[in-house]
């Protein structure tokens, strides 16, 4: 729901976006992404996105499992 409000605003600003947009070209690289699959994280997109936040946060962030 972010990304896509995200990208309506870039969208109503005139800033350019590719249609294919995914969180893990921008903030993360395929490497960094595959090292953390062989250390057990699940290749899903919700667990793959989650890491990208853990690893890009300034901050502990508040993360529970349920």
Known sequence: MLIERWTRNQVERNIP???DYLLE????????IREWQ????PADKLSTENGI???NCRRWP???DP
């Open 62 to 64: 508040l993360i529970i």
């Open 25 to 32: 070209r921008v903030l993360s690289d395929e490497n960094q």
């Open 53 to 55: 936040l853990i690893y």
């Open 17 to 19: 976006t590719s249609k």
């Open 38 to 41: 062989d250390s057990d994280l």
